[in-house]
């Protein structure tokens, strides 16, 4: 079973930086595309970073130049380097892997970028 756990979300203050990281396991990790998502309150999740397993990456336009996503196959992980942040920024970040067609998420982690 695919399994998704966030890590690296806390608060921080505008202009700062943060990690996320993901850790998947139960997956063909190398093959699949991975992303990130975001979401607040009463809004609908939306797509912050995607990179496909051959290393190409999509950004959300008002995120790009300030986020980075990698992924390292060897310890099945994705991450997302976020610099300059914003309090825009703030939401509850997602984890996303497609394997086959399916979808599958973490658990989400907070990001609140707050003076």
């Known amino acids: 079973q695919v399994r998704l756990v966030e890590s690296g979300g806390g608060l921080v203050q505008p202009g700062g930086s943060l990690r996320l990281s993901c850790a998947a396991s139960?997956?063909?990790?190398?093959?699949?595309?991975m992303g990130w998502y975001r979401q607040t309150p009463g809004k609908q999740r939306e797509l912050v970073a995607i990179i496909s397993s051959g290393g190409s990456t999509n950004y959300k336009d008002r995120v790009k130049g300030r986020f980075t996503i990698s992924r390292d196959n060897a310890k099945n992980a994705v991450y997302l380097q976020m610099n300059s942040l914003k309090p825009e920024d703030t939401a509850v970040y997602y984890c996303?892997?497609?394997?086959?067609?399916?979808?599958?998420w973490g658990q989400g982690t907070q990001v609140t970028v707050s003076s």
């Open positions: 139960g997956s063909i990790f190398s093959l699949n595309v």
């Open positions: 996303y892997e497609n394997q086959l067609q399916r979808s599958y």
